[in-house]
Structures are given as C-alpha cells and as structure tokens.
C-alpha cells in the first residue's frame, strides 16, 4: 500500500509560482503513473497533470497546459508539480494520487483509475 503526503502549497499572488511536492513510502512507487488533481468545494475533482512510470509519458490538462509540469524523482520517491503564471481560478485543495495499474505507459484522468491518494494541500492565488 502506498502512503502519499503533498507539501508546498499555500498563498501566492496571481502571475507567481508554487511547487508542490508528494512524498511517497510504502508500495511501488518507482512502479505505478502518479496523477495530480484538484478539487474546489461543490465541485468534483479534477485532472491536473500525469506522469507515467518512467517519466517518458506526462498529460496536463488543457486548463494548465503550458504553466504547469509535472515531474518525478523515482530515487527520491517523490513527483513534483511545478506552477507557474498561477491564476485566481486554479485555487483549490491539490491531491497527488498513485494509479491502480503498475508498469503502465498510459496516463488516467479519472479518479477512479487511482487508487491511493494524499490528503491534499491548500492553494490560493490572489488576484
């Protein structure tokens, strides 16, 4: 089973940067695609960003496509989401989430293709 922990959110100024980091432990992670979501009150969650296993398949959303990449550390057992030029609209709790099938070269967008998931970290960006 594998543990997922987000760090690097918080409160940044429309046109600045964050990244976000997940740290995971247990499981396989060098193994399995890691997906980031995100997720405002009232509303489902949403795909942000893939990456495959070994880093040769990334997919980012249409609505970050451009400001945001998604990378991993396999050594560190760690994948990043690096923000840029950061919006009022990309406000919301960011999840880092493992996906169920191991060893796979493609990319889920949906929640259900994931199966462990980190308890989120807040991110706001004043206008």
């Known amino acids: 089973q594998v543990q997922l922990v987000e760090s690097g959110g918080g409160l940044v100024q429309a046109g600045g940067s964050l990244r976000l980091s997940c740290a995971a432990s247990?499981?396989?992670?060098?193994?399995?695609?890691m997906g980031w979501f995100r997720q405002i009150p009232g509303k489902e969650r949403e795909f942000v960003a893939g990456?495959?296993?070994?880093?040769?398949?990334?997919l980012a959303a249409d609505s970050v496509k451009g400001r945001f990449t998604i990378s991993r550390d396999n050594a560190k057992n760690t994948v990043y989401l690096q923000m840029n030029s950061l919006k009022p609209e990309d406000t919301a709790v960011y999840y880092c989430?493992?996906?169920?099938?191991?060893?796979?070269?493609?990319?889920?967008?949906?929640?259900?293709?994931?199966?462990?998931w980190g308890q989120g970290t807040q991110v706001t960006v004043s206008s």
């Open positions: 989430a493992a996906q169920r099938l191991p060893f796979t070269q493609v990319v889920f967008t949906t929640p259900p293709d994931y199966a462990y």
């Open positions: 247990g499981g396989t992670f060098r193994n399995t695609a």
């Open positions: 990456v495959n296993w070994n880093s040769a398949r990334t």
